[in-house]
């Protein structure tokens, strides 16, 4: 393997790291009912080891009605028996740690389930003790007290007659959103993160942690966001819910959608910030739901680039490309019919050797694509449904709904991992919970593995770049700008000396330039076999070239 400069400064782990995230419910199931459970991922532990991934990140498997797949908590400490046991999370993040690799889990602390204990005591009676846990207001002229909506669609209140009040749900009005603004919900929360720290866990991710604090006049508003999103004040409760972590090194990172860069710096600051990353959706029109189009290069190019420059001294950056609520990366920002192979392993370089640390979707190291479901009923998430039964009144026509719905439903990243060609995948025996991709006999784990060119190999020599060698972890990003709408062209540096990321993004052959001042060393890593050492690099539809270079001083 190719290395530069090697330091002895040790980095916190997190940072020399890489994640995988696994969504349990569609990993793989090891006892045939159609639904993935914490033992499929223990007996899936070697997989996830070979991939060369540190630490894991797991979507939430706690006690829920799961309205929203899980999002809706009913206890926290408890696990939903359709995963297993209690027990078997307790083995499986000793195995994990067997294995050296860290165990993440999800923490939903935005909201609960409606059918939490502190909210079936909070809906009974004002002057009941977990009351003044949620977020209640009385109506206004018998309606709801203000124009506030759901992400989900609709009105974020729901009315209760037992108490004559509304609550808010800023998602589905089964999960009642929690007041920050009373600090026993916050003591309720510490207790839960010392009590999944004393039994191991590593860390959290923080979902929806950017809508803790919601604007306290209850006016209406102009836009959605400014009720709930990054509310001034919040930053009180972010410090305090921080310190909770500090005492067992927990790793943090807060999905913090809409947060623009400048007030990133504060939430990461090396020294004062609430967590150690957060994830941004600037690169992947996180709020713009169920639209339909080609990204744009140049756009993604200056999102990304960005983030980079803007916690370039202080602060780290989550990368990914993937997650349990986005479209599969290949059919999103590639090509998943003619260029399949070669656009999923052209964005994963393109991502995974920034600065920072990545984050691997399970599948996405396969190039999964997204799934051409036919009718509404093969969907299962509620905001997809919530979606064709608005547009539908609103009188689009159906094609036009399943369409967006191909395109953006966040059941595509949720359809099983797809491990052989047996039926179903391999995921399971039985019909499974969500219908399998019909293209796994093209796409799976058993046949990529002895494949030197698989773009699961692909992944795999990225992730050992990125983890082994110190300029890939600490050197400096700047991108190459080649204003144009194909390639995206970065360094990696350090000491004058670095690697040259150079990408093309496009269903077009390129050409790119190489500066005069860079001399090409070594050819580190290629998706194409005639790649060479040119200075004048041609580049195939979704080629991906990864060099070492130093710089070349010329006489003046």
Do not use: C
């Not at 797809?418 to 796409?443: C, D, L, R």
Request: glycine share 6%.
């Amino acid at each position: 393997m190719f290395s530069l400069n090697q330091s002895s400064s040790q980095p916190p782990w997190w940072q020399n790291a890489i994640g995988y995230q696994i969504y349990p419910k569609s990993f793989y199931d090891s006892n045939q009912d159609g639904v993935g459970d914490i033992q499929g991922i223990i007996e899936k532990i070697p997989y996830i080891k070979s991939l060369g991934v540190n630490f894991v990140w797991l979507s939430p498997f706690f006690a829920s009605p799961n309205v929203d797949n899980g999002y809706d908590v009913s206890n926290y400490e408890q696990i939903d028996p359709q995963y297993g046991k209690l027990a078997d999370v307790f083995e499986m993040i000793t195995k994990f740690h067997d294995k050296g690799i860290k165990v993440v889990f999800d923490l939903v602390i935005n909201h609960t389930s409606d059918q939490h204990h502190w909210f079936e005591e909070a809906k009974k009676s004002q002057n009941n003790p977990y009351h003044d846990f949620y977020i209640w207001k009385k109506p206004v002229a018998g309606k709801a007290p203000n124009n506030w909506q759901s992400l989900f669609g609709g009105s974020a209140w729901e009315y209760n007659p037992q108490t004559d009040e509304y609550y808010y749900h800023l998602f589905a009005k089964q999960q009642p959103d929690l007041n920050w603004e009373n600090p026993r919900v916050h003591q309720a929360v510490s207790e839960i993160i010392d009590w999944w720290a004393s039994h191991g866990v590593d860390g959290f991710r923080l979902d929806a942690i950017s809508h803790l604090k919601k604007l306290q006049t209850f006016a209406d508003v102009d836009q959605p966001d400014e009720a709930m999103n990054d509310v001034a004040g919040i930053d009180d409760f972010l410090q305090e819910l921080s310190d909770d972590f500090k005492p067992d090194h927990l790793m943090t990172v807060g999905e913090a959608g809409g947060v623009p860069v400048s007030r990133a710096q504060q939430w990461v600051d090396e020294q004062h910030g609430y967590f150690n990353m957060i994830f941004q959706f600037d690169h992947v029109s996180f709020w713009e739901k169920f639209t339909v189009g080609q990204v744009d290069v140049a756009q993604l190019r200056a999102a990304l680039t960005r983030w980079q420059n803007g916690l370039a001294d202080n602060g780290w950056n989550a990368l990914f490309l993937e997650n349990h609520d986005l479209p599969r990366a290949v059919s999103y920002f590639g090509n998943d019919t003619d260029y399949r192979e070669k656009s999923a392993q052209a964005l994963g370089m393109m991502y995974l050797l920034m600065k920072g640390t990545p984050f691997v979707y399970q599948g996405q190291e396969l190039g999964m694509t997204n799934v051409s479901f036919d009718h509404i009923d093969q969907f299962r998430d509620l905001d997809s449904k919530h979606f064709y039964q608005e547009k539908l009144a609103a009188g689009w026509p159906v094609a036009k709904i399943m369409t967006s719905l191909r395109a953006k439903s966040r059941d595509n990243a949720r359809t099983p991992m797809q491990w052989s060609t047996s039926k179903f995948a391999g995921f399971s025996h039985t019909q499974p919970w969500i219908e399998v991709n019909s293209n796994y006999p093209e796409i799976n784990v058993a046949d990529q593995q002895p494949s030197p060119q698989s773009t699961l190999n692909f992944y795999r020599q990225l992730i050992d770049l990125r983890l082994t060698d110190e300029t890939l972890l600490s050197g400096q990003y700047h991108l190459i700008d080649t204003h144009d709408h194909q390639l995206y062209v970065y360094t990696r540096e350090a000491n004058n000396s670095g690697y040259l990321v150079v990408t093309n993004l496009s269903d077009q052959p390129a050409e790119f330039q190489v500066p005069d001042q860079f001399k090409l060393t070594n050819l580190v890593l290629s998706n194409d076999p005639a790649a060479a050492l040119d200075s004048l690099i041609a580049l195939k539809p979704w080629a991906a070239n990864l060099y070492m270079y130093m710089y070349e001083r010329k006489n003046s």
